[in-house]
């Protein structure tokens, strides 16, 4: 590795995504990752041809990976039969490898949403007046529906969409984390919109919430987002575990706040780049996440 590790950082600085500014994100905090490393920013479609001149791969605001699913397979195979460093490590169990860690969770009596994938498992669900239904390859609120409770056989009659009941909350909130480290919380005060976002002082309570799901994920790099919702009784249940490319509203928090966020970036990166580099897997052998990212 070079005295100054070469990083190849993954953005769509076009993207338009609505309520936030890839560009604005990624162009900040790659000014400042530029003091500890050199940089070179490329789009997700260039990510393949471009990775092997670098020391690793840093996947940030590169947006929904259903745009480009062919590509991001491909991208996943080969970083995993040439062993390229790849941050956020593409072992994620979140939203890297779908939706399935909602049903998971569920099961498991985790304070999750209560999500279903089969119509004999609709009982399973509280009654309500309306019902969330979403693709499991979905992001970004792409194929995202609310329909009643008669109509909720036919979506999850193929198994290919998630339901969970309408949950009136009072607000969503956000958690950001570095490696397990907890950075800072934001907050929607207003349920119709979701980034109009403010800061948010958690409680310890709230943060061993967050907490919960980052040690489940078991990634030990890498900056992950806890989205989670605040019923009317009081507790927080998940709505996401975003590990991919988690928007971080860095012009939302204040200047210290951000500061102890690149800080803790530039100490994770070089961790990162110290630990042993992940093992090379045979191309005739695809790695498990590279199966995880087919479900994507």
């Excluded at 745009?67 to 941050?87: I, L, M, P, S």
């Excluded at 009982?123 to 309500?128: D, I, K, Y």
């Excluded at 193929?158 to 800072?184: C, H, I, K, N």
């Amino acid at each position: 590795m070079s005295a100054r590790p070469r990083l190849l950082y993954v953005t769509d600085l076009a993207y338009p995504a609505r309520g936030r500014r890839y560009g604005d994100e990624d162009i900040f905090l790659t000014a400042r990752l530029r003091e500890d490393f050199d940089i070179a920013l490329c789009h997700p479609l260039d990510t393949t041809a471009l990775m092997d001149a670098f020391d690793a791969v840093v996947v940030r605001n590169s947006g929904p990976v259903l745009h480009y699913q062919a590509a991001y397979d491909a991208f996943r195979e080969r970083a995993a039969a040439r062993g390229t460093r790849v941050y956020n490590p593409l072992s994620g169990r979140g939203d890297m490898a779908g939706k399935q860690y909602l049903l998971d969770l569920t099961a498991a009596g985790c304070p999750v949403i209560p999500t279903v994938d089969r119509p004999r498992h609709l009982a399973r669900l509280p009654e309500t007046a309306e019902y969330a239904v979403k693709p499991k390859a979905g992001a970004d609120s792409i194929g995202l529906d609310f329909v009643p409770r008669e109509e909720l056989a036919k979506y999850a009659a193929g198994g290919d969409m998630l339901v969970q009941p309408r949950v009136d909350f009072r607000y969503e909130v956000s958690f950001y984390f570095v490696d397990d480290a907890f950075q800072y919380a934001l907050y929607a005060p207003d349920p119709g919109q979701r980034w109009a976002l403010e800061p948010y002082e958690p409680t310890e309570a709230d943060v061993r919430f967050a907490r919960r799901f980052i040690g489940w994920n078991t990634l030990h790099h890498g900056i992950q987002r806890v989205d989670a919702c605040r019923t009317r009784q009081g507790e927080l249940l998940l709505v996401e575990l975003e590990d991919l490319n988690p928007y971080l509203s860095l012009d939302l928090v204040p200047e210290a706040t951000r500061e102890a966020f690149v800080t803790a970036m530039k100490e994770s990166l070089h961790r990162f780049l110290d630990a042993p580099a992940p093992p090379a897997t045979a191309p005739d052998q695809p790695s498990s996440s590279a199966a995880a990212s087919r479900r994507a």
